[in-house]
């Protein structure tokens, strides 16, 4: 069997991920993105590169953004140059960017959009997502486990917690896939604006040789990532 380590899987922000038992929001599915091929099979191959996309329209409620990002414009954010080096991995090409627009369903109720975002290096994988579910960022360590903590991050509530990954084996035979827990990952939820008026934007880390990422390096690369995003500045 091939065994691939793919995204967390991801909820309605903190809050939703907590009561629905739900982690992160991967990207393993449709992707929007292709990837540059070289003219020589002998010569480095470039990094990966994103395009397409357009913003998601808002729903046009007074005092709302008018439009919210696309998993384009998030895979603009992270895929950018310099991020291997903020990774601690300098010289390390994109292997592969990836997003889609997607959006969850909770039971029937609104349906909440999560547009998101990946990019894979050897060492590292790390996803950017939005979550416009409405709910504050502020209280929700409490429900995101014992090591979770809640902090201030640029100047907007956040919290920081683990997850893991989904593990998925793929049969040659084209039997059945297999799932199961895969590498730890850390997140950083932060608050879409400093009053904490709902929504989240969350920054993932995780390793493919299995280690706990350092909180530094994804702290590091939510500060060099997220003042880009679109409506950022706008909702500070």
Known sequence: M?????????GAGAWGQAVMAVALVGALGVGL???QETSSADSVPPPATCSGGEP????????????????????????RPGLADVLGTPGETVKSASGNGGSLDLSGAKEIDTPSAQVEFGTYTVTLSATYDG???DGSATL???EARQQTFLGRPAVIYSQRTISISFRLDGGDADSGPGA??????????AKDSGGSFEVAVWRTDGMTPDDAVLLAVAEKVLPTVPRWAAAG
Request: with cysteine; proline share 10%.
């Open 56 to 79: 998601e329209k808002a729903t046009g409620k007074p005092g709302k953004a008018p439009w919210r990002v696309s998993g384009a414009q998030l895979c603009e954010a992270l895929n």
């Open 144 to 146: 995101l486990g014992a």
């Open 184 to 193: 730890p990952a850390r997140v950083l939820s932060v608050a879409q604006d």
């Open 33 to 35: 993105w292709t990837v």
């Open 2 to 10: 091939a065994d691939v380590t793919g995204a967390p899987t991801k």
């Open 135 to 137: 709910l504050p960022v």
